[in-house]
């Protein structure tokens, strides 16, 4: 796969125009966009507190003072860069394609080296955990374009692998990651979704912002098949021939009730989740995500 491909200028036009902002407080060394868990001089408002000896006169309310008679100083939030990690499942699933323009794999790396372009731009670091049953590659989190061009040529290299074991490789990357972050997983979530979520909670105890992008071919979306058709586990050795119109209802009673339980696991935890067909354009979908999210905040 070349650079070229992932670095796709229209695409990072528009991504050029977003903000990735966390929704709640993180921690970083450089001025950047996001909330911190510290108190400083910015501009943006935090609350009040009664004056000590010490504190700069600057930063006293002279207009609560006038109604008060008290002195109190003004406290603002900080505003901080984070350090921003995308997990991205390289599973074997994660090869299929079907009515889509890519593969899912292909769009996840499109979609991760877009986040990681946005990451720098508002001066965070990105780092990359790539993994199927187990973490092949992962790039602690910096914030240089060398890095960056790193990140790309990791993915570059890397093909669909074994299959998948993402609840235990959440945890992996848990305990070896910082706190206070941002943590993006790009997985179509082919694996159990209480291990999954249980994971993914890991990363929550430790104060991060967790997003996670569920990849679907539209195939999978709307099984559109009308003929006779052998159907391959694509992670294991089993097949199936069956005529699709036999089993089409049970297969979409069943992934509506897949996608509604995760939906609703993330949304009982405050995780993040957008659900992404490889058939619409990456940062069209991101642009879209990014806005919701900022109206949320």
């Known amino acids: 796969m070349a650079e070229q491909r992932l670095v796709d200028a229209k695409g990072l036009s528009l991504v050029a125009r977003m903000e990735l902002v966390a929704r709640k407080a993180v921690e970083g060394v450089l001025s950047g966009v996001h909330p911190s868990p510290y108190f400083g ?13 010490g504190d700069e006169i600057r930063t006293i309310d002279w207009k609560l003072l006038a109604k008060t008679d008290k002195h109190y100083v003004k406290l603002f939030e900080e505003q901080t860069n984070t350090r921003c990690t995308v997990l991205l499942d390289t599973s074997r699933s994660m090869s299929f394609k079907g ?17 990681g372009y946005m990451a720098l731009k508002q001066n965070d670091a990105v780092g990359l ?9 992962h790039l602690p989190a910096r914030a240089t374009a060398r890095h960056f061009r790193h990140m790309l040529e990791q993915m570059q290299q890397t093909q669909a692998g074994a299959d998948t074991a993402i609840g235990p490789v959440l945890h992996d990357l848990a305990g070896k990651m910082p706190p206070r972050g941002v943590v993006i997983l790009i997985s179509d979530l082919l694996d159990d979704l209480d ?10 105890h430790l104060r991060h912002e967790v997003i996670v992008f569920h990849l679907m071919d539209p195939a999978e979306r709307h099984f559109p098949y009308d003929k006779m058709t052998r159907f391959r586990d694509i992670e294991g050795a089993g097949s199936v021939i069956a005529n ?31 659900l992404a067909q490889t058939d619409q354009g990456y940062a069209q979908m991101l642009s879209a995500f990014l806005s919701r999210r900022a109206k949320l905040r």
């Open 41 to 53: 001089s910015s501009i943006e408002y935090a609350d009040h507190r009664p004056y000590t000896i």
């Open 99 to 115: 009515d889509g323009p890519m593969d899912k794999l292909t769009y996840g790396m499109f979609l991760t080296a877009a986040l």
């Open 129 to 137: 955990a790539m993994f199927d049953r187990q973490v092949n590659h």
């Open 195 to 204: 291990a999954i979520v249980d994971g993914l909670a890991h990363f929550k």
């Open 244 to 274: 699709p119109h036999d089993v089409k209802k049970a297969y979409m009673r069943r992934l509506t009730a897949f996608m509604d339980k995760m939906r609703r696991l993330c949304l009982e935890r405050d995780i993040g989740y957008q």
